[in-house]
């Protein structure tokens, strides 16, 4: 079965003047990768941003229209932002681990939301880790800076950082386009893991990728959502002339 996370509806955004979301409408669906594809500029990483009010820290950002995640419009003035991010977490393009060392990073979210007992840390810590695919990696430098991590070792502990503070959704703006291909196999392996408990919404350009880890597929254009279905179905048979120009790299 399958049950709306996030519901979008008649979502506008504008940059000032700039029309950059034009009537989005879109359910994102529980436990599903769902994965926003497009060329550079259609809107992907904006509206990603809305859906954990990230754009709330831009100026002059206007929006329209409604996200629902459970049922709750978290544009509603009763939406507490920091509850928000805590629920819907993010992974940036390039790995940005604090500047502290690997234990710190992932304690810090929890921490910040209360817990104080050093055993429970260390417990979420571990956890975390494991859940990355990042423990065996790490477990005898926990207290080492994570900055001396590699490259894909730094991204999978972002992700731990993000899935310590229990996230229900995670949103990653193309997470591995930094990395070699194999931190990026491990990241996308890691993917079909972390749907089983959460619901993941991922932009990538690079299409072998949105075609091996997600169950459906937004195509973005100019701010709109061009087609959204099913990813086998996307890029077997698309509606769309534009889509299926983009996904046999005709443009973008
Ligand atoms: N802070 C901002 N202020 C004004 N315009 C912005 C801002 N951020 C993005 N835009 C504009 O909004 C449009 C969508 O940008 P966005 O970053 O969402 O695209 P994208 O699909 O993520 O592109 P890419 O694939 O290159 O990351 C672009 O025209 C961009 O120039
Ligand atoms: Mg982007």
């Known amino acids: 079965m399958s049950n709306t996370k996030i519901r979008v ?8 003047e700039f029309h950059a979301l ?6 994102i669906i529980e436990n599903k990768v769902t994965a926003l594809i497009g060329p550079s500029g259609c809107g992907k990483s904006t509206f990603l941003r809305t859906l954990n009010r990230m754009n709330d820290l831009i100026d002059h950002v206007k929006i329209k229209g409604n996200i629902l995640i459970d049922g709750i419009d978290i544009y509603d003035i009763a939406c507490d932002l920091t509850h928000l991010r805590k629920r819907v977490g993010m992974v940036f393009q390039k790995p940005n681990p604090f500047s502290k060392t690997i234990y710190e990073n992932i304690s810090y979210g929890p921490r910040i939301h209360g817990i104080k007992e050093k055993s429970k840390l260390d417990e979420i810590v571990e956890k975390s880790l494991k859940k ?43 997470p591995t386009s930094a990395l070699d291909p194999i931190s990026t196999l491990k990241v996308e392996n890691l993917l079909e893991e972390l749907k089983r408990e959460y619901t993941i919404v991922i932009v ?22 061009i087609e959204k279905d099913l990813t086998k179905n996307i890029f077997s048979k698309p509606r769309d002339k534009r ?7 005709r443009f973008g």
């Open 9 to 16: 509806k008649d979502l506008q955004l504008y940059y000032g």
């Open 22 to 27: 034009m009537d989005i409408n879109i359910d």
């Open 132 to 174: 990355a695919a990042l423990w065996d990696e790490v477990k005898n430098r926990l207290n080492k800076p994570a900055l001396g991590l590699s490259g894909g070792q730094q991204q999978r502990l972002c992700i731990a950082r993000c899935l310590a503070v229990e996230p229900d959704v995670i949103l990653m703006d193309e």
């Open 204 to 225: 990538t350009h690079n299409m072998q990728q949105a075609g091996r880890v997600s169950d459906y597929t937004s195509f973005f254009l100019n701010g709109e959502i």
């Open 243 to 249: 889509t299926q120009d983009y996904i046999t790299g």
